[in-house]
């Protein structure tokens, strides 16, 4: 199969991996395909039941804060098909600072970024009392 038979999705998502190849240094490189390919092949195999995705500890451990954006843009190039995802830093009372992935216009829109911060705080409160109605019904919190 040649480059021009790719959907566009795919080429987007190999152009930024080329572009990171050489722009990182070899070992962060692979630390970031360790991260990234089982997600990939997941969302090739359409495996996904959702669209959040956390690079936390577990799944990145040894990583610097670079590596994991870099990790992220390459996920959302993937299922967005589109290489002007940027990572923003939203902070949050409830929860501290939260770094998302969006497009570049978004992420040049205060007006649009609060909405985001808004969504996120909303579903932290849910969850928090989904987690206290677990707890008093001796249900699993790790939701």
Known sequence: MSESEF??????VDMY???LRTRMDTDDY???????EPVLKAIDEQ??????FAIGEEGGQGMSQEIRD???????????GRMDNEVVELN???TGPIRV???????????????IADYIRDRH???????????????????
Do not use: H, K, Q
């Open 92 to 94: 949050l009372d409830e």
């Open 70 to 80: 870099e990790a992220a843009l390459v996920v959302a190039a993937a299922v967005t």
């Open 30 to 36: 692979r630390l970031l395909l360790d991260v990234v």
């Open 47 to 52: 495996r996904l039941p959702a669209l959040d």
């Open 125 to 143: 409160r849910e969850n928090e009392e989904l987690r206290g109605i677990a707890e008093v019904s001796g249900l699993p919190t790790d939701f």
């Open 7 to 12: 959907p566009p999705e795919d080429r987007a």
């Open 101 to 115: 992935v969006t497009d570049a216009d978004t992420a040049a829109d205060p007006v649009r970024l609060g909405e």
């Open 17 to 19: 991996l080329g572009i």
